[in-house]
């Protein structure tokens, strides 16, 4: 190990007194920081995926022209044949050498790290996924050196040497790009995705370190570092004595079995979830659940053969799952996979179940062409079932699943009531509620207006919302509401103090009649809107010139979360509109979900709501606001459970296609005003990264000029010193000789 250690020594330093070093790593980290922060700042998403994701595709230019002289240069001139006269092994040789590209490699790549730490400061974004990903770059980088290094050990010329790992680092990564895999052949599209960087790296970057992926990356990483032993040894071997034809046997046995390993690979098991949420782990909810199955949930998954690429990727998720959940339930689960395209029965009973074949375009003959192909999921327990004809994403399977085994294997259903008339939104109101909690609650409308209405009970309704009234309820309304909660009801009031005018840019203050209600019980509505300057939503600001121009509009916050709750949990923001503030006045009772960062201010009600407007404030009015807020009776008490909102326009469909955590802050409050929190967890395990939360622009603009400009301008000034001080430091050295 101390000659290895010697041989990467030498690598290292003979990179760090070369100009040509500094030229790399300045360029590349100048490319990737600048992509990076200009997707970063655009999404506004605290998230270094804009940056991995380019990855593969710069590593295959940089790796290549970093390793292009390891040993194309040493053979050129004459080097290589003095190196290996040393009491060296082309083994020890080879692995100095990797070792020392690798570290040269991983020091350009930290020049990364302080963006990392930046964006951690900024936001709540996950440690755990940000060091997932650098281990993944890591054991990406390691990989593409070992290419490097085979090219380099096959050439005497530097530039056919770059030519060759550029052209190979590619191809590894086109194999697995769906335009690419669209016009392959169904078998050797899946064979080549496996063996493709695209999809192993990019399970790492989601903060899953996967034995699969492992292995790929150290076995491709030593298949190339075994050939290109070989590629030196072969030198100084007679092509007819017997230990040459060893290593070609060996090195045959060794790409087999490296293939081998990485086309059956599926069947490997076990992964190192790193999320600070364990999002990619079988929730506790889940587990729990299943272990109180009483009789055997049976779970079909019919999946062909021939599926397009992207498929085949989020295939694999949806078996890792299925197989936790078999583990987790100790035989109560059992689990099955059909292949329809094979199996006549296996058609049938899809047909039965409303599986049917989907359609999609493969490429063939120079022509898009429809192919069809099952991927559905049936469930069943007893005489019931449940049914997905076409899984379309894998990010709350579990949740989906949980659901529907909750459904089946419970026989209650508490009903949910929304409060009719007065202007109020109701289930149809509100896009994808009832798919989400539809499965295990009755949703129904109660009218409670005037001499007419019904009123309220427990037995009736599990939990009564009102979702944005702008007509004031009644006083009969209000007295129905108060003993329903009084009598331990729980209720979830959606509060609006404005309706837009669709005349005016100025809106008019509206009051639902509950304000009353609510500061008996310490929640205050001073009838004011909430706007957050540093955490808000982008708007169009319409075309100037040939440009559409999209600015913060901060009438609609990004909410964060304002304590550690059961509703908010997992839930890294939640995006509001026009939001009434909410001044807690009983701070024993009453605990703050959601909030602007420092920089929120609060507006009269008929202030203008154009987003072309001056958005300014003095220091003594900015401040952190209040957008929702749960109450909890004492101890003793007969009250019920109550969650206000300061806003029913979060619940639209344009904000919960923009922000899917709204609609689950939805269904969280309901489980929890049910007293039913059993999936609560499950469906909180929001992957959506955070947003950025900068107190000022100034720190907006450090973060990404000490970045892009700062490290790259350390690593020229470290490069300036090291090469102009080679000469004084050569002198030295010998001076201690002559000496």
């Known amino acids: 190990m101390r000659r290895i250690w010697t041989v990467a020594r030498h690598e290292v330093r003979g990179y760090f007194d070369q100009p040509t070093a500094y030229v790399l790593v300045v360029a590349f980290l100048g490319i990737s920081l600048f992509l990076g922060f200009r997707n970063m700042y655009a999404s506004n998403l605290a998230s270094m995926r804009p940056l991995f994701d380019l990855l593969p595709v710069l590593f295959a230019v940089f790796v290549p022209a970093a390793t292009m002289r390891t040993l194309a240069e040493e053979r050129r001139g004459g080097t290589l044949e003095w190196l290996m006269a040393q009491p060296l092994s082309e083994a020890e040789v080879i692995a100095g050498k990797f070792l020392g590209n690798w570290i040269f490699v991983l020091i350009a790549l930290a020049g990364t790290v302080p963006t990392a730490i930046g964006m951690l400061m900024a936001s709540e974004a996950d440690p755990g996924i940000v060091t997932a990903q650098y281990v993944g770059a890591a054991l990406l980088a390691g990989q593409l050196v070992a290419i490097g290094i085979w090219a380099s050990s096959m050439t005497r010329n530097q530039i056919t040497a770059f030519i060759i790992a550029a052209a190979l680092s590619f191809v590894l990564f086109l194999i697995g790009v769906p335009v690419v895999q669209i016009g392959l052949p169904p078998a050797l599209s899946g064979a080549l995705a496996r063996l493709s960087v695209v999809s192993h790296f990019e399970n790492v970057a989601r903060g899953v370190v996967d034995l699969r992926d492992v292995l790929y990356f150290v076995s491709t990483t030593a298949l190339f570092l075994v050939l290109a032993v070989g590629a030196v040894s072969r030198e100084r071997l007679s092509h007819i004595r017997p ?74 998720d949806v078996r890792d799952l299925l197989a936790d959940m078999r583990a987790a339930s100790g035989g109560g689960v059992v689990v099955s996979e059909l292949n329809p395209d094979d199996d006549e029965d296996a058609a049938s009973e899809a047909s039965a179940f409303g599986i049917f074949p989907i359609e999609f375009n493969v490429l063939r003959d120079d022509e898009f062409q429809i192919r069809r192909g099952y991927y559905g999921l049936a469930m069943t327990y007893a005489d019931d079932e449940e049914v997905m004809p076409l899984i379309t994403r894998t990010d709350d399977l579990e949740f989906r699943l949980a659901s529907a085994i909750y459904r089946m294997t419970t026989e209650a259903r508490p009903k949910v009531n929304f409060v009719e008339g007065f202007d109020t939104k109701g289930l149809d109101d509100i896009p994808g509620l009832r798919e989400s909690l539809g499965d295990r609650y009755e949703i129904s409308s109660v009218a409670i207006a005037g001499e007419s209405g019904s009123m309220i009970s427990g037995d009736s309704t599990a939990v009564l919302i009102v979702a944005g009234a702008t007509t004031t309820l009644d006083s009969l309304a209000v007295q129905r509401i108060e003993e329903y909660v009084d009598q331990g009801g729980a209720a979830l009031l959606l509060m609006e103090s404005i309706l837009l005018n669709p005349q005016t840019p100025n809106p008019l203050p509206v009051r639902s009649g509950l304000e009353s209600m609510l500061s008996d019980r310490g929640v205050e509505l001073s009838g004011s809107v909430v706007a957050d300057l540093q955490s808000s939503e982008n708007v169009s600001m319409g075309r100037q010139g040939l440009f559409n121009v999209i600015a913060p509009y901060p009438l609609w916050p990004i909410a964060i979360p304002a304590s550690d709750h059961a509703t908010t949990s997992g839930i890294n923001a939640v995006t509001f509109a026009w939001a009434a503030q909410l001044e807690i006045t009983d701070t024993t009772q009453v605990t703050p979900l959601w909030q602007t960062t420092p920089s929120g201010i609060t507006r009269a009600p008929m202030e203008s709501i154009a987003p072309d407007q001056e958005w300014a404030a003095t220091p003594d009015q900015l401040g952190v606001r209040t957008l929702a807020v749960a109450l909890t009776p004492d101890e003793g008490e007969t009250g019920g459970r109550i969650i206000i909102v300061g806003d029913a326009t979060f619940t639209e469909f344009q904000f919960l296609q923009g922000n899917p955590s709204n609609l689950i802050f939805l269904a969280n409050t309901i489980d929890w005003l049910a007293q039913d929190e059993s999936l609560i967890r499950i469906r909180s395990q929001d992957r959506t990264p955070p947003t950025f939360v900068f107190t000022s622009d100034y720190g907006k603009r450090m973060l990404k000029w000490v970045n892009l400009v700062g490290v790259p301008l350390l690593f020229v000034l470290i490069g300036v010193y090291r090469v102009t001080g080679r000469k004084r430091r050569a002198e030295s050295r010998w001076k201690e000789v002559v000496a």
């Open 243 to 316: 230990e040459f034809k060893r290593l070609r046997l060996g090195s045959a046995v060794f790409i087999g079995l490296v293939l081998m390993a990485n086309l059956l690979g599926s069947y490997i098991r076990g992964r190192l979830d790193l999320t600070a949420e364990n999002l990619y782990t079988l929730s506790e909810g889940t587990k729990d659940l299943l272990g109180e199955i009483d009789d055997v949930v049976q779970i079909k998954l019919y999946a062909s053969a021939e599926l397009p690429p992207e498929i085949q990727i989020q295939l694999r």
